[in-house]
């Protein structure tokens, strides 16, 4: 059975107050948890943004938990200083941590002013990144010339045990290139027909026999109505599709993209129900397709009494 985790969003709520909800999750009955990374909310009713690696060392120490943090290396993020950063937290909290490499968007990388390449580029960024975080984490001197600079860069305060290096990715095709390097696969989904073939292609790719974590997004109230709403207004830039997740820079801009979303399109990105017995079927449902982790995404404002709900009534039926 997959660990069941909780996520939390950085872009929806301030850096202690997230401290609080872990907490929570942790006394809850949560295994594990997930961090989202960003410089930029990605509307403005969402309204905040905290760092996530200064959070993250907070986290670790406050609660027993096991974490993993999805980023993207190669422009705000120099691939030796998120090896040291990854390695820092894993030599303190040992085996506590997974890292997730993507290839970015420009909502969140565009800040440092590099030019913002095409998909087919970042990729091959995000490989040539990758493999020196993994030379970093295996105790070598690196210094390399390419798509990014290293000059005699090395790790002088390692984890016994380097934590995974997953990769990130939300369509086959990305899927496929990630399996080449990554010792995993991170998704984000909410429906089993559509998770399957990244699957597959990860497998394909290279990842056969390597763990699966998915990240997946709902929204609970005990009122139908409200859980619609929040699921609305807090994710409806979140629910447009294709390039322009990957190539707007501005939270303006994604509320310009999501004008039209109504909220019943948001049953197509996010799983709305007060009904907690219609959540745990659905979790069960992904658990299915063999992840090792399902990091749960409560979309909705109301934290903690997400946390309390699904500890009592949709945790225990999912450990039957």
């Known amino acids: 059975m997959a660990r069941i985790g909780y996520h939390a969003s ?12 872990v907490r929570a999750a942790e006394a809850a009955g949560f295994a594990c948890a997930m961090s989202s990374e960003h410089f930029k909310p990605w509307s403005r009713v969402q309204g905040h943004s905290g ?27 120099h691939p030796a200083v998120l090896a040291q950063s990854a390695a820092t937290l894993s030599e303190m909290f040992p085996e506590r941590l997974w890292l997730a490499l993507g290839s970015g968007q420009r909502l969140n990388e565009d800040i440092t002013g590099l030019p ?8 091959a960024r995000l490989a040539e990144c990758a493999g020196i975080v993994r030379a970093l984490f295996e105790g070598e001197s690196v210094t390399h010339r390419g798509r990014v600079t290293v000059v005699d860069a090395r790790l002088y305060s390692r984890p016994h045990k380097a934590p995974l290096l997953l990769g990130g990715a939300v369509t086959a095709a990305s ?4 399996g080449a390097w990554a010792d995993g696969l991170v998704t984000v989904g909410i429906e089993p027909d559509k998770l399957r073939p990244v699957i597959e292609a990860f497998r394909e790719g290279g990842g056969e026999g390597k763990p699966v974590f998915l990240q997946t997004k709902v929204c609970w109230d005990p009122d139908p109505a409200r859980a619609l709403a929040e699921a609305h207004a807090q994710w409806a830039s979140n629910a447009i599709e294709g390039d322009v997740n990957w190539e707007l820079r501005r939270p303006e801009e994604f509320e310009t993209a999501a004008r ?31 992840f090792a982790e399902i990091i749960v995404h409560q979309v909705g404002a109301s934290q903690e009494a997400f946390i309390e709900a699904f500890g009592q009534r949709v945790l225990p039926q999912l450990a039957l």
């Not at 609660?63 to 422009?75: D, K, R, V």
């Not at 913002?116 to 990729?123: L, M």
Request: proline share 6%; aromatic share 10%.
């Open 10 to 21: 950085h872009e929806q709520h301030a850096p202690s107050a997230l401290l609080r909800y």
């Open 51 to 77: 760092h996530a690696w200064s959070w993250l060392g907070a986290a670790m120490a406050a609660t027993g938990l096991p974490f993993g943090i999805i980023t993207a290396p190669g422009y705000r993020h």
């Open 116 to 123: 913002w390449p095409d998909k087919a580029e970042r990729n």
């Open 175 to 178: 899927a496929r290139a990630v």
């Open 260 to 290: 039209f979303v109504r909220p019943e399109d948001m049953h197509a990105c996010v799983r709305i129900s007060h009904d907690l017995g219609q959540h745990a079927a659905w979790l069960d449902d992904l658990a299915a397709l063999g």
